[in-house]
């Protein structure tokens, strides 16, 4: 049954003033309830990676007991409402161990994603290919964006080296090829523009004439807007209705942003737009909510800070360093603040997620069909140890992972490319090898 009073493409996009607005999934493009699929009429499988820096206090981070999660430990107690969401897995070595802790902080980002021990070198970069851009090659040639890679801080405020390193493996977990590091986009109205601006010119001035002039991007295609309307059914004028007002309340945050930010700081040598953290990172989750929602991609990579972060959380009451505190040495009080941080990050994650679970696609939400991993590449931040790396895999990979709520432990020496391999296959882009993988991980 097609509950739509009138079939339009799937490919519809609505155009303005600098703008094409691309539609989200609704009845009238497949049939009811179908959700996004693929070329064989399965539902689409998203796949995403956030990554948190310098390690997570694991003793605060790890369930007590293996098996169904009976009670949340406190780094990931704000995650309660999604524990059957998820499986927190124990036990994966990220890369081998190294003598003392030079390139501890390069090292984890480079192979967190590729399995490749970086090339030490203070300005050229080799490592792997990371297993987002691996999914990504596939899933583009049905996108308009082969894969989105979002960031809270600009990569270009650190250059140079980091312990004989190039500063280039901190600030990116994605590698198109071993020598193509991908850039993060921290500015929310960068990746606003990404997403929405017109495709079809470079010429930047009738989208900055937008911004100058302070117009929505809903404001340039409301004729489209009310014409479409008028064809849709009931259920789809909703759908529509609610994505497009979604799409206002960023416009608006993202412009409060940019006057709050020519306002409180004209003297500071900071980039237009960008918003305190908290209210960055809810940013970037809805805008990548968005971009799943209207499938112009389907791969995503999000650092909620650079790796060797020194961002404060005055928010929470520290204003020490994030990484100073994560060489805790030993010190308690400077442990449970970095888990407070820890915590805190998890939290902004839960948001992220409530966004992905509350916007439906087909019989279930976007977070029914996805896969993600949130975590870091540093277990122990203070020593900087690879090893026993902080994973939480989220998301019901379109009904490929069911037995969720639980904490699995991996043999020892497993390696966390063995992860990525697994979910490549759960996604529908298996490879034989990921770098150092040996195999794949039972989530069964």
């Known amino acids: 049954m097609m509950i739509f009073k009138k079939a339009i493409p799937r490919r519809t996009f609505l155009r303005g003033l600098g703008a094409t607005l691309a539609l989200p999934v609704m009845d009238a493009m497949v049939p009811a309830f179908a959700g996004t699929l693929d070329t064989a009429g399965k539902p689409v499988t998203r796949l995403a990676y956030v990554y948190v820096p310098n390690g997570i206090m694991m003793d605060q981070w790890t369930p007590s007991n293996v098996g169904a999660i009976t009670e949340m430990p406190s780094v990931l107690k704000k995650l ?67 894969s989105l890679e979002l960031g809270i801080e ?27 590091p991908l850039p993060v986009e921290h500015q929310p109205r960068a990746v606003f523009e990404r997403l929405f601006g017109d495709g079809d010119t470079t010429d930047p001035v009738s989208a900055l004439a937008r911004i100058q002039e302070n117009r929505s991007l809903l404001d ?20 529509l209705t609610q994505y497009l007002d979604a799409i206002r309340d960023i416009e608006r945050r993202i412009q409060m942003a940019e006057q709050s ?22 940013l970037m989750f809805d805008l990548w909510a968005l971009a799943w929602q209207t499938d112009l991609t389907r791969v995503v990579t999000f650092m909620m800070a650079r790796e060797k972060s020194d961002l404060t959380y005055p928010q929470i009451g520290i204003n020490e360093s994030h990484h100073s505190l994560s ?20 939290g902004l994650f839960a948001y992220g997620l409530e966004r992905l679970r509350s916007t439906p696609d087909g019989d279930g939400s976007l977070l029914d069909h996805s896969v993600i991993v949130y975590g870091s590449g540093m277990g122990d931040g203070d020593l900087h140890t690879q090893q026993a790396l902080p994973t939480l895999v989220v998301g019901g990979g379109s009904g490929k992972l ?3 709520g639980r904490h699995i432990v991996v043999a020892k020496n497993t390696p966390f490319a063995n992860l990525h391999r697994t979910l490549l296959d759960v996604v529908g882009t298996p490879i034989d090898t990921l770098g150092d993988s040996k195999g794949t991980v039972d989530l069964s």
């Open 261 to 282: 930010t020519v306002k409180e700081m004209p003297r500071m040598d900071r980039p237009v737009g960008i918003p305190a953290y908290d209210d960055h990172a809810k």
């Open 220 to 239: 340039s295609v409301s004729r489209d807007v009310n014409r479409l309307l008028g064809d849709l059914g009931p259920n789809d004028q909703l759908k």
């Open 402 to 404: 069911k037995n969720r």
């Open 327 to 346: 060489h805790n040495r030993g010190l308690q009080e400077r442990m449970d603040l970095t888990a407070q941080i820890n915590a805190h990050q998890a």
């Open 80 to 146: 309660e409402a999604f524990k059957d969401q998820f499986t927190v897995v124990s036990g994966l070595d990220g890369g081998p161990i190294i003598e003392g802790m030079g390139g501890g902080h390069p090292r984890a980002t480079a192979m967190w994603l590729t399995g490749v021990d970086p090339k030490k070198s203070d300005h050229d970069v080799e490592t792997g290919i990371s297993v987002d851009q691996v999914a990504a090659r596939e899933f583009g040639k049905q996108t308009q964006l082969a």
């Open 154 to 180: 600009n990569a270009a405020e650190l250059v140079g080296a980091i312990s004989g390193y190039a500063a280039a493996y901190v600030n990116t977990i994605a590698w198109k090829t071993p020598t193509t």
